[in-house]
């Protein structure tokens, strides 16, 4: 939902401020789906705000869920036609939580992420954005599941910081108060690594949670892996990353996604420890390693048994870490795997 739009409408029908107060109370608060059910509004505010526009920006196409129920995904078609996924996770028993996309494909080309093999095609606005939370808030009301969605991830489709703006007016949306009150603490931006916009992210979001998507700490193999490190290498991004940690005293997340025999060998171990060691206090750092969801790529996952290897290596030199567990592998919704249907 477009706020601005909404209100611009109300003002030129000169409906008193009291009714964007309503409607925020039945879109944010009682998650109504559509203006024609906000029974509180007059019939004809409701029918002029349906004709400037759905409330939803987007619409589902397919919705899978997966055999544990502890993902969803969906497809949505955005008002140009493409198609972009989002997903729905429940962690654990009480927390919801939603991977949102942010761009249709991807054009840093990582080469074991599915959206990254699609190319690039455009940015979301941040109305579609934010609307992912909006539609998952809906479909958890219809579906009558229980607890609350306030944990979102930008860990879809797409590099947030390479469509800075649209992501940061995103962030504004979905913290306002009087929208969807998400906490800062519950949201997390995940990048690949874009130097200039980890800066500015640290200055506009110190309270937000960063993470970045790492993968290797020896620049040859990741300019191959992650081809944005050709552009800002493991030194400049560490330096930002020693900025960050300073000026925020927030934890940055680094993520790392164990590609079997290519960086989850002893000596990758050791230099992940060597680098994370060198970005500032170790309680301030935490690595999250993936398991490798499979994709239509050369690469191949290591075993669970090398990923405790790894990950004891890690903690044995004292660094945090842990492995992240892979919801929604069924239905293709896990990390990396996301693609516009129609495409695929
Ligand atoms: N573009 C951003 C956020 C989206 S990807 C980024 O790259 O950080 C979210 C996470 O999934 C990233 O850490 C990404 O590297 C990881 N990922 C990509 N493909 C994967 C795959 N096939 N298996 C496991 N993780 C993957
Ligand atoms: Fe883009 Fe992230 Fe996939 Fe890399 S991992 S191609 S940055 S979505």
Redesign the pocket.
């Known amino acids: 939902m477009n706020i601005q739009r909404v209100s611009d409408t109300l003002g030129r029908l000169k409906a008193p401020a009291f009714r964007l107060e309503q409607l925020r109370r039945a879109v944010f608060r009682e998650t109504s789906a559509s203006y024609e059910e906000i029974s509180v509004l007059p019939v004809s505010l409701r029918q002029a705000l349906g004709q400037a526009g759905p409330l939803l920006s987007v619409s589902a196409q397919a919705v899978l869920v997966s055999g544990t129920q502890r993902a969803h995904k969906a497809s949505l078609k955005l008002c140009d036609g493409q198609e972009v996924e989002t997903v729905l996770l429940r962690p654990s028993p009480t927390r919801w939580t939603t991977c949102i996309s942010c761009q249709v494909g991807?054009a840093?080309g990582?080469t074991?992420?599915?959206?990254g093999l699609m190319g690039f095609s455009r940015h979301l606005t941040p109305e579609e954005i934010t609307d992912q939370v909006l539609f998952w808030r809906q479909y958890m009301k219809q579906r009558g599941l229980e607890g609350r969605l306030d944990n979102v991830v930008?860990?879809?489709?797409?590099?947030?910081f390479a469509c800075y703006d649209n992501v940061s007016e995103s962030l504004k949306i979905l913290m306002d108060q009087r929208q969807f009150a998400v906490g800062a603490r519950h949201i997390s931006v995940?990048?690949?690594g874009l130097v200039p916009q980890i800066e500015r992210f640290g200055k506009d979001f110190p309270q937000v949670n960063l993470?970045?998507?790492l993968?290797a700490a020896d620049d040859e193999l990741r300019d191959r892996l992650v081809p944005i490190n050709r552009a800002y290498p493991l030194a400049r991004l560490g330096k930002a990353l020693r900025t960050y940690l300073r000026s925020s005293s927030r934890k940055v997340f680094l993520?790392y996604?164990l590609l079997r025999g290519e960086n989850d060998r002893p000596e990758d171990a050791e230099r992940l420890i060597q680098y994370v060691k060198s970005l500032g206090p170790l309680e301030l750092l935490h690595v999250n390693l993936?398991?490798?969801?499979?994709?239509e790529?050369r690469?191949g996952a290591c075993s669970e048994e090398s990923a405790r290897v790894f990950h004891k290596r890690l903690r044995n030199a004292d660094i945090r870490a842990t492995v992240r567990q892979n919801l929604g592998r069924d239905i293709q919704g896990?990390?990396?795997?996301l693609i516009a249907q129609a495409k695929h």
């Open positions: 991807c840093i990582c074991f992420c599915a959206t930008y860990m879809g489709m797409g590099e947030p995940s990048t690949s993470a970045v998507s993968h993520e996604v993936i398991l490798f969801n499979q994709t790529t690469h896990a990390c990396g795997q």
